[in-house]
């Protein structure tokens, strides 16, 4: 009599300690996820930041190619507006888009490929790209070690029973998922 | 192999290793004391003696290795490339950003440093960044900042408190030798204890060294595979291997003291290619890096 309630004292000890560690593990997992949001939400920013000063400058040298302008301005709010993830990566991709094909245009300008300030903006937009590249690599590598956590057994019986759900990646376009040099 | 399994391959090779020291360590200092009568006061007083050496390299890390190797530093103008190259490293890492110095030498190399990633360190040579392209700077970087994000300075600190007290239990054991204080009267047994605990005493030192080496070299191929997780470009830091290996100036500033930090040896100019040699270095073979990286 004694045994078995010492044995299910121990039990209940045991699984009430799983059951804790799971649940402060998978906040802790959700928290670093949002972190990691905001790491790629400064890099869009930072880029969209830009845009007003680069549409500037190529269109003291380029005023009749207004289809460009404009779609560069209209994603540059898109990504201003997005409050999801999906919204703001639809957005971003939007902005790449729009922005290779007023990297096109400006070829045609060799007096705007030669001016100093438009060489500036470029190469902080290739960098502003660049981190938005690898904020989003941590961003996914944290939702990835998130998502299957949630979904091995046995966090996956008590994951949904505290709300915790997949959270969704941060999708790349297609262009971009071909330049990747790495097969994992 | 791939990455994610290189990764999980060197960290329990460490583990296996660190293991091992520790168990070498117990073991002769148990032989010490049996043969000199002390019991194990001797491994505790070489704990603490080799400890408090160690202590000042480990919490001013930073500060002594920065003005050794006279670094000064890095501007965002004018280094461009290595400090876009660390902040992108920081992004795709989660670490907190480094410091980063330059230090004005025609040699390619770069070291990393610091007791934990708040404190963190990361130097590259003159050489390095203006022989490198970009993506060979990121793999650099890529790779020292693996070392801050595995705790490399800190292992090595450990290993190092730990080797230095083998030296002082060998050197204390020699002493006491000499001056007859061991119980020499114990017959039997006693008398292999000694004989053993002398052999033990000029060995010992050699082979803690040697499993710091092993230790040092298994740590420089798990900062390369997790360099290449970074990056998600491996070939970065293969070719910026590839350039540090074919370029043959010494760096002037390094010394025997801090070589194990560097990317690639500082002295490298004549590594030589046995098993031998391999043995007492603190890297591992450029060619056989650059062969593990090309293949992930």
Same mark, same amino acid.
Request: proline share 3%; charged share 20%; glycine share 6%.
């Given at each position: 009599m004694n045994n078995t309630a010492l044995i299910l004292l121990v039990a209940g000890v045991v699984i009430a300690g799983f059951i804790w560690n799971l649940y402060n593990g998978l906040v802790t997992a959700r928290e670093r996820i949002k972190e990691a949001w905001s790491g790629i939400d400064v890099q869009l920013k930072r880029r969209a930041d830009l845009i007003p000063n680069l549409v500037e400058t190529v269109k003291g040298y380029a005023k009749h190619e207004k289809e460009v302008f404009e779609n560069v301005t209209k994603a540059r709010s898109a990504i201003m507006g997005a409050s999801t993830p999906k919204q703001a990566a639809d957005a971003d991709n939007m902005l790449t888009g729009a922005l290779k094909s007023l990297f096109a245009v400006a070829e045609n300008y060799p007096k705007l490929m030669a001016n100093t300030s438009f060489q500036n903006l470029q190469r902080q937009l290739e960098d502003t790209e660049d981190k938005v590249a690898f904020a989003r690599q941590f961003y996914n590598s944290n939702v990835l070690d998130f998502n299957t956590q949630i979904k091995v057994f046995p966090n996956v019986l008590l994951a949904g029973m505290f709300g915790f759900s997949a959270v969704e990646f941060f999708e790349a376009t297609e262009t971009e998922k071909g330049n990747v040099k790495v097969k994992f | 192999?791939?990455?994610?399994?290189?990764?999980?391959?060197?960290?329990?090779?460490?583990?296996?290793?660190?293991?091992?020291?520790?168990?070498?360590?117990?073991?002769?200092?148990?032989?010490?004391?049996?043969?000199?009568?002390?019991?194990?006061?001797?491994?505790?007083?070489?704990?603490?003696?080799?400890?408090?050496?160690?202590?000042?390299?480990?919490?001013?890390?930073?500060?002594?290795?920065?003005?050794?190797?006279?670094?000064?530093?890095?501007?965002?103008?004018?280094?461009?490339?290595?400090?876009?190259?660390?902040?992108?490293?920081?992004?795709?890492?989660?670490?907190?950003?480094?410091?980063?110095?330059?230090?004005?030498?025609?040699?390619?190399?770069?070291?990393?440093?610091?007791?934990?990633?708040?404190?963190?360190?990361?130097?590259?040579?003159? #050489?390095?960044?203006?022989?490198?392209?970009?993506?060979?700077?990121?793999?650099?970087?890529?790779?020292?900042?693996?070392?801050?994000?595995?705790?490399?300075?800190?292992?090595?600190?450990?290993?190092?408190?730990?080797?230095?007290?083998?030296?002082?239990?060998?050197?204390?054991?020699?002493?006491?030798?000499?001056?007859?204080?061991?119980?020499?009267?114990?017959?039997?047994? #006693?008398?292999?204890?000694?004989?053993?605990?002398?052999?033990?005493?000029?060995?010992?030192?050699?082979?803690?060294?040697?499993?710091?080496?092993?230790?040092?070299?298994?740590?420089?191929?798990?900062?390369?595979?997790?360099?290449?997780?970074?990056?998600?470009?491996?070939?970065?830091l293969a070719s910026a291997l590839e350039k540090i290996s074919a370029d043959n100036s010494v760096l002037s500033t390094a010394s025997p003291a801090t070589a194990h930090l560097f990317i690639s040896n500082p002295f490298r100019a004549k590594e030589a290619k046995s098993w031998f040699t391999n043995f007492f270095a603190t890297h591992p073979p450029i060619e056989e890096r650059i062969k593990i990286l090309r293949g992930m």
């Amino acid at each position: 009599m004694n045994n078995t309630a010492l044995i299910l004292l121990v039990a209940g000890v045991v699984i009430a300690g799983f059951i804790w560690n799971l649940y402060n593990g998978l906040v802790t997992a959700r928290e670093r996820i949002k972190e990691a949001w905001s790491g790629i939400d400064v890099q869009l920013k930072r880029r969209a930041d830009l845009i007003p000063n680069l549409v500037e400058t190529v269109k003291g040298y380029a005023k009749h190619e207004k289809e460009v302008f404009e779609n560069v301005t209209k994603a540059r709010s898109a990504i201003m507006g997005a409050s999801t993830p999906k919204q703001a990566a639809d957005a971003d991709n939007m902005l790449t888009g729009a922005l290779k094909s007023l990297f096109a245009v400006a070829e045609n300008y060799p007096k705007l490929m030669a001016n100093t300030s438009f060489q500036n903006l470029q190469r902080q937009l290739e960098d502003t790209e660049d981190k938005v590249a690898f904020a989003r690599q941590f961003y996914n590598s944290n939702v990835l070690d998130f998502n299957t956590q949630i979904k091995v057994f046995p966090n996956v019986l008590l994951a949904g029973m505290f709300g915790f759900s997949a959270v969704e990646f941060f999708e790349a376009t297609e262009t971009e998922k071909g330049n990747v040099k790495v097969k994992f | 192999m791939n990455i994610h399994q290189q990764i999980a391959g060197n960290k329990r090779k460490t583990y296996v290793i660190m293991a091992l020291f520790v168990l070498f360590i117990t073991t002769i200092a148990y032989v010490f004391g049996e043969a000199s009568g002390y019991g194990l006061a001797y491994g505790v007083i070489a704990l603490i003696f080799s400890g408090l050496t160690s202590f000042g390299s480990y919490f001013y890390s930073d500060k002594m290795v920065l003005s050794l190797s006279n670094a000064q530093p890095a501007n965002r103008d004018r280094d461009y490339d290595f400090y876009t190259a660390a902040e992108n490293m920081r992004i795709a890492s989660g670490l907190p950003m480094p410091k980063l110095y330059v230090i004005e030498d025609e040699a390619i190399n770069a070291f990393a440093t610091g007791r934990n990633p708040e404190h963190a360190v990361v130097v590259a040579t003159r #050489g390095l960044l203006s022989r490198l392209d970009r993506s060979d700077i990121e793999g650099v970087v890529a790779h020292e900042m693996s070392h801050i994000k595995n705790y490399d300075t800190r292992l090595m600190v450990i290993v190092s408190i730990l080797v230095g007290s083998v030296a002082l239990i060998a050197h204390f054991f020699m002493r006491s030798m000499f001056w007859g204080r061991g119980n020499r009267d114990k017959g039997g047994s #006693g008398a292999f204890m000694i004989v053993l605990a002398i052999v033990f005493a000029v060995v010992a030192p050699i082979i803690a060294t040697l499993i710091q080496l092993a230790i040092s070299r298994r740590r420089e191929y798990l900062a390369d595979a997790s360099a290449a997780n970074l990056t998600r470009n491996p070939e970065g830091l293969a070719s910026a291997l590839e350039k540090i290996s074919a370029d043959n100036s010494v760096l002037s500033t390094a010394s025997p003291a801090t070589a194990h930090l560097f990317i690639s040896n500082p002295f490298r100019a004549k590594e030589a290619k046995s098993w031998f040699t391999n043995f007492f270095a603190t890297h591992p073979p450029i060619e056989e890096r650059i062969k593990i990286l090309r293949g992930m």
